[in-house]
């Protein structure tokens, strides 16, 4: 019978048989709005590997793409590069199904699997640099500690000269292309933006010396294959020079206005920021939380050189919205930014402290005076917190 699912040939011993998940949109809080893929790599040489598996619920699609090159039983090696359960969710079932010979992991990945499938034993460790033949072809490994997890690494396979680097490179994207040449370059540095906003910001120290190390080993890749999105076949330059450019963190003269309101009062004070933060010379793009969601937001600042959040007090607190995206930026560790606080308030006002006191956590340098209007701002209030923006403006480079 012919397998509903086929694989892709992206190589001449490689395959991708994972899987398309065209539905899912939020992952983890990240909002997930084009989907995306969980890939797996089958490496067809004189000993049979796979890389990675993929999540639990697609077994079926995996499986049957796995069948479409090759019986299962004749797998020999299974290379988990990272045991976040998107990729290692199937790993369990697929090891009682192939019965391989050996399960690599690095030395954290052995424990990350014990800890996450009780009762899978067998995995072995494979040392940073570990080379592991397959008869006419061979794996290196190398260990990308917290990228994005302790236990994450990369495997390099020569002859076909592919390199397998998990969840870095990749983006959220479900797509019926399996190549980045075959879909529109400024979605993919949307996507890839994104993800590198959302997952890898708060490791950026850790990118840089990783992508210093990857140029080190002059690795002659003629494909990067990443766990999510498409295959690198023509622009991987491209996305290599960008995740340098954003490990930087370095500011530009975009700011960022995040806000949410009750009664239109901070949203005409995040406005009157905005004109001047433009008369300034800045681009102020405005992100009211009735529209923008944690992701879009992590992802605005992540090329920019300003944060502003403003907020309403309710109940002597900021409101829950904006709670949500402090605390989403916060563990995303965004740099050099500079910034302010701003809302309108009832009778209390509490929630201006509150924002401005977790913009100094995060480290963004303050700039002149929170804004703050009981109520309804007048014109006064307004030209304050346009000045607001023009001093911003004024900090940025
Ligand atoms: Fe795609 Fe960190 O898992």
């Not at 916060?330 to 701003?342: S, T």
Request: hydrophobic fraction near 45%; glycine fraction near 8%; charged fraction near 20%.
């Amino acid at each position: 019978m012919a397998e509903p699912f086929r694989a892709v040939r992206i190589s001449e011993r490689v395959f991708w048989v994972g899987a398309i998940d065209w539905s899912i949109r939020d992952f983890h809080g990240y909002a997930t709005n084009r989907g995306t893929t969980y890939n797996a790599y089958l490496v067809m040489a004189d000993e049979i590997a796979l890389v990675d598996t993929v999540k639990a619920p697609f077994r079926d699609e995996f499986m049957s793409r796995i069948r479409s090159v090759v019986d299962p039983r004749d797998i020999k090696v299974i290379v988990s590069n990272h045991s976040e359960m998107d990729h290692s969710g199937l790993l369990p079932q697929t090891v009682k199904a192939v019965e391989p010979r050996e399960v690599l992991a690095s030395p954290m990945g052995v424990k990350a699997l014990a800890e996450h499938f009780h009762g899978l034993a067998g995995v072995t460790a494979v040392k940073d640099g570990e080379r592991r033949s397959l008869g006419n072809a061979t794996l290196t490994f190398y260990e990308t500690r917290m990228l994005h997890w302790p236990d994450s690494m990369i495997s390099y396979l020569d002859g076909d000269e592919v390199l397998f680097s998990q969840d870095a490179f990749g983006m959220h994207l479900a797509s019926s292309e399996r190549f980045d040449d075959e879909l529109d370059p400024a979605l993919l540095n949307e996507e890839a933006a994104k993800y590198y906003a959302n997952i890898l910001m708060p490791y950026s120290g850790l990118v840089t010396k990783a992508l210093d190390r990857l140029g080190s080993l002059k690795l002659p890749a003629k494909l990067v294959a990443p766990d999510h999105g498409p295959v690198w076949r023509r622009g991987f330059a491209g996305i290599l020079a960008s995740y340098a450019r954003w490990a930087e963190q370095r500011p530009t003269r975009k700011a960022v206005v995040v806000y949410d309101t009750m009664w239109g009062s901070t949203a005409a004070m995040a406005r009157a920021i905005g004109d001047g933060l433009a008369a300034g010379g800045a681009s102020a793009n405005l992100l009211p939380l009735s529209a923008a969601d944690r992701s879009e937001a992590a992802t605005e600042v992540l090329e920019a050189g300003a944060l502003l959040v403003g907020s309403s007090t309710l109940n002597g607190q900021m409101l829950p919205t904006v709670a949500d995206i402090l605390t989403y930026l916060k563990g995303l560790k965004p740099a050099n930014l500079v910034g302010q606080a701003f809302g309108s308030y009832g009778w209390s006002g509490e929630a201006v402290q509150h924002v401005q006191d977790a913009l100094v956590q995060m480290k963004v340098d303050m700039v002149g005076e929170a804004q703050r209007c009981r109520y309804v701002p007048t014109g006064e209030h307004l030209a304050s917190c346009r000045a607001l923006g023009e001093l911003v403006a004024a900090r940025l480079p």
